[in-house]
C-alpha cells in the first residue's frame, strides 16, 4: 500500500505560479512511476505530467514549457512546478503511483487560478 499526500494548491492570479508537493509513505524510488493528473469540473481526469522510476519524464503538450515535474528521492516527494498559470489550470490536482499493477491515488489538491 502507498499512501500519497499531495499539498501546494491554492489561488493564484493568472500568470501567477505554484508548487505542489507529493509526499510517498515510502521510497518513491520503489515505484514504477509517479504522475501528477488534474480534473476541471465536468471534465475528466488528464495526465499532466510522469516521472518514471528511471527518471524518464513525459508531459501533456498543455504543460509543456510551463510545468516541470521533479522528485527529492531523500524526502520520498515528487515536485510539479507550475508557472504561467492560466485559467483553465484551474482544477484538482492529483498525485499517483503506480507499483507493478497497482495504482495509488491521492486526495487531491484544488489549484484556482483567477483574478
Known amino acids: 500500500q502507498v499512501q500519497l499526500v499531495e499539498s501546494g494548491g491554492g489561488l493564484v492570479q493568472p500568470g501567477g505560479s505554484l508548487r505542489l508537493s507529493c509526499a510517498a509513505s515510502?521510497?518513491?524510488?520503489?515505484?514504477?512511476?509517479v504522475g501528477w493528473y488534474r480534473q476541471a469540473p465536468g471534465k475528466q481526469r488528464e495526465l499532466v505530467a510522469i516521472?518514471?522510476?528511471?527518471?524518464?519524464?513525459n508531459y501533456a503538450d498543455y504543460a509543456k514549457g510551463r510545468f516541470t515535474i521533479s522528485r527529492d528521492n531523500a524526502k520520498n516527494t515528487v515536485y510539479l512546478q507550475m508557472s504561467s498559470l492560466k485559467a483553465e489550470d484551474t482544477a484538482v490536482y492529483y498525485c499517483?503511483?503506480?507499483?507493478?499493477?497497482?495504482?495509488?491515488w491521492g486526495q487531491g489538491t484544488q489549484v484556482t487560478v483567477s483574478s
Open positions: 516521472i518514471a522510476k528511471s527518471g524518464n519524464l
Open positions: 499517483n503511483a503506480v507499483v507493478g499493477w497497482a495504482v495509488f
Open positions: 515510502g521510497s518513491i524510488l520503489s515505484l514504477n512511476s
